[in-house]
């Protein structure tokens, strides 16, 4: 059973879309060819206050930000851009480089989550997984789908998220859109209804391409918008999963997924009085580790932080461990 796609178009904040493209890069084209992604923000005057001011039209709920904001406790060198926002107040206790495009690498499946639970009315449904979505390049992280099983929704997103299985991503956007391309339309219309006008995405799953990207500033409001789903927050900051499906001979399979988030899945520890809640691990040789979290401070403020660029695993979670140190 097809999904019922219930994102309305909102004609307003369509033209105000169109209006933020126009007045902060005076773009008439599509994204893709405007931009080279490999630039920093300075190069397009990103983070300057016309585009803060565009913001506002979009929501008040979100915070602004004018500059790099750094702290002395936190090593800005450990990668390309970052952000921590209290959830509470809009507080913002480090921001680097967060309007600068970037590869998001998995932490795509964040937005790809969220519009498949938007647009299901029953995560229980099941559906077939298409050889099309195995079509994957080598070394591709997977969740272990086979072509002809028939999975629940349910499943597949726990795929999605805790194993990062970028099949899973591929049989979702069919799912939902019929096709990747579709359901990448679909993403970039979200992206823009929500004011994250700094993304441009061509697939669910987050593999490499010129033309898919996104900024740390964009990913926390995406992050924060999805947040408001239940079924999205469920997932979202469940730790290990049990699936159950069947295979195209009718045959029961069982899966156990832990969390590829090591905070979740206990190997990296946060700093004391920090309690990490949920997130996405993102990793290609483009993208670098990157990281997304929700994390509840002992007051019981919560956040969100967004690594994007880190050279590696380790200045990952070293990084992160400073930015949740930072909660208070």
């Known amino acids: 059973m097809k999904c019922i796609n219930k994102l309305q178009k909102n004609i307003v904040i369509l033209f105000l879309s169109a209006l933020v493209c126009i007045l902060f890069t005076g ?53 390309e851009a970052g952000l921590i926002v209290c959830l509470d107040d809009n507080s ?133 918008n999805a947040l408001e789903n239940e079924d999205f927050y469920e997932i979202i900051t469940s730790s290990s999963y049990t699936a159950e499906y069947t295979d195209s001979s009718g045959n029961t399979v069982t899966q156990e997924w832990s969390s590829t988030n090591s905070y979740l899945s206990g190997s990296v520890e946060a700093p004391e009085g920090v309690t990490v809640l949920g997130g996405k691990t993102g990793t290609t040789s483009a993208a670098g580790s990157c990281l997304v979290l929700l994390s509840e401070s002992s007051s019981g403020k919560r956040y969100i932080s967004v690594i994007l660029n880190a050279e590696n695993h380790d200045n990952l979670y070293t990084l992160m461990n400073q930015l949740l140190a930072t909660e208070s």
């Open 27 to 79: 773009c008439s084209n599509s994204l893709e060819n405007e931009y080279d992604t490999t630039n920093t923000s300075s190069a397009y005057n990103l983070g300057d206050n016309v585009y803060l001011g565009s913001l506002t039209a979009f929501s008040s709920d979100y915070a602004l930000i004018n500059d790099n904001i750094y702290n002395s406790e936190v090593d800005e060198s450990l990668s």
């Open 92 to 224: 913002v206790n480090y921001s680097k480089n967060c309007y600068e495009r970037l590869y998001p690498a998995s932490t795509t499946k964040i937005l790809t989550a969220y519009l498949v639970v938007e647009n299901c009315d029953n995560l229980d449904d099941t559906f077939t997984i298409s050889d099309t979505a195995l079509d994957l390049e080598s070394g591709s992280s997977v969740c272990g789908f086979a072509a002809g099983d028939v999975v629940s929704v349910r499943d597949a997103l726990y795929g999605l998220i805790l194993r990062s299985g970028n099949e899973a991503a591929i049989a979702l956007a069919e799912y939902v859109s019929g096709s990747t391309d579709a359901f990448s339309e679909l993403m970039n219309e979200n992206a823009n209804y929500t004011g994250a006008t700094l993304s441009h995405f061509v697939n669910p799953n987050g593999l490499t391409n010129e033309n898919h990207y996104t900024s740390a500033y964009d990913l926390y409001m995406i992050f924060k």
